[in-house]
C-alpha cells in the first residue's frame, strides 16, 4: 500500500523560499504521477502542480507558474516542490497525492483535479508572514 509523507513546511516571510519533500514507500514511484494540493482555511483544496513518472510532464495552477517548481528523484521516492517568492496567499496546508497512472490529468486544470489521485499524504502546514 502507497503511503506519503509530507515534510519541509514552516514560517516563511513574503518573498521567501522553502522547498517542499513528499517521500514515498509501499509502491515504486516508477508508476505513479504525485500531485501536490492545499488547502488554506475556509476555503477548498486547490491543485498547485502535478509531475508524471518519469517527470518529463509537469503542470502548475496559474497562480504558481515561474514562482513553483516541482521535480523528483525516483531512487530516493521522494517529489519535491520549490517555492520562491512566496506570498501570504500561498498560506495553507500542502498535501501530496498519489494517482494510479504514470501521467498527470490531460484535459483538466490541476486546480481541480484532487479527485484523480486516490492516496494522500497527512500534510504540512507553510505560512507566509511578515
Known amino acids: 500500500q502507497l503511503q506519503l509523507v509530507e515534510s519541509g513546511g514552516g514560517l516563511v516571510q513574503p518573498g521567501g523560499s522553502l522547498r517542499l519533500s513528499c517521500t514515498t514507500s509501499g509502491v515504486s514511484l516508477e508508476h505513479v504521477a504525485i500531485g501536490w494540493f492545499r488547502q488554506a482555511p475556509g476555503k477548498e483544496r486547490q491543485g498547485v502542480s502535478c509531475i508524471s513518472n518519469s517527470g518529463g510532464n509537469t503542470d502548475y495552477a496559474d497562480s504558481v507558474k515561474g514562482r513553483f517548481t516541482i521535480s523528483r ?21 500542502y498535501y501530496c497525492a498519489a494517482r494510479g497512472l504514470m501521467r498527470c490529468p490531460a484535459g483538466i486544470s490541476i486546480v481541480v483535479a484532487d479527485y484523480l489521485f486516490g492516496s494522500w499524504g497527512q500534510g504540512t502546514q507553510v505560512t507566509v508572514s511578515s
Request: aromatic share 4%.
Open 73 to 93: 528523484d525516483n531512487a530516493k521516492n521522494t517529489v519535491y516542490l520549490q517555492m520562491n517568492s512566496l506570498k501570504p496567499e500561498d498560506t495553507a496546508v
